[in-house]
């Protein structure tokens, strides 16, 4: 474990607690006020003399910029830049801790546990929300029971199907949204960013809705969800490999998308 840069102990317990029961702590699930608690707490801490206190590790402020492709330094804190991207104060505070989680993760740490008897308050409510690595598993779910069937019938597996999922997840540029209804993901759009001589340009890999909630558009939502927020990153090229097809091509040619004549797709298959 990365003691260093870690949670300090005691401030582990305290944030397993604020995040279980932010409404006892803070009064509400917002992380503008969890923000304050923790810039107030620590700054006691300070004033005590007490340099080794940590409720934030070392390091999270560069995590958020680099997640949301911001030059560093950044004016702004971890905390205003994750309430700028998300939609209200509370989707904030849930897009915070797993965040938080994944920086832990990545320096050799544990993340912050949720209490016995809260796991099921941090399910995502209905709606489109970013993709977490916490959410890998129940994405390979969703995506076996889309590709398995019509007219795909491909042959996934939970095995293969959570490679994928955290192939793509976990990769260097990723974005991605998910739908979710009644606390578990029906649809998603994942990929890229990667790095030209002339600025980032973003390839969607997989972009999917489980057929008992097609032809509601919720395709095209997570498309433009995703679209947005590239946008605000200053990413403005998007490219993709698909089947021809009316379900496909067509798909992305009402979404704005051109076939480029010039480009072909190759494979070598030994």
């Known amino acids: 474990m990365n003691r260093e840069k870690d949670i300090s102990r005691e401030e582990r317990q305290l944030m397993t ?4 029961r932010p409404g006892i702590y803070v009064g509400s ?3 503008y006020a969890v923000h304050l608690f923790i810039k107030g707490y620590e700054l006691a801490a300070r004033r005590r003399d007490l340099h080794d206190v940590r409720m934030i590790p070392d390091g999270f402020q560069e995590f958020v910029e680099e997640y949301y492709f911001l030059r560093h330094p950044c004016s702004m804190s971890w905390a205003a830049i994750i309430l700028q991207q998300q939609p209200d104060d509370a989707a904030a505070l ?4 797993e965040l938080l989680d994944a920086y832990l993760e990545q320096i050799g740490c544990e993340p912050v546990p949720v209490l016995p008897g809260e796991a099921l308050k941090s399910d995502e409510p209905d ?12 994405l390979a779910e969703s995506y076996m029971r889309t590709f398995n069937g019509e007219p795909w019938w ?10 994928r999922m955290e192939n793509i997840c976990r990769g260097a540029g990723f974005s991605g949204y998910a739908l979710w209804q009644n606390g578990s993901p029906v649809g998603a759009v994942l990929g ?8 980032k340009c973003f390839q969607l890999i997989e972009l999917w809705v489980e057929s008992r909630v097609q032809k509601q558009g919720w395709g095209r939502k997570l498309l433009n969800e995703l679209t947005e927020s590239l946008l605000r990153k200053n990413v403005r090229r998007m490219y993709l ?3 021809h097809g009316e379900q496909t091509e067509g798909f992305y040619r009402s979404c704005g998308f051109t076939t480029q004549d010039s480009m072909c797709v190759m494979q070598l298959r030994r």
């Open 17 to 20: 607690m604020l995040r279980s």
């Open 29 to 31: 699930d917002s992380l």
């Open 94 to 97: 849930r897009l915070f801790w």
């Open 127 to 138: 709606g489109i929300f970013p993709v977490m690595p916490a959410h890998i598993t129940r």
């Open 154 to 163: 491909d042959r996934w597996d939970r095995k293969t199907a959570s490679e």
């Open 192 to 199: 890229r960013c990667e790095q030209y001589f002339d600025g």
């Open 241 to 243: 490999i698909t089947m």
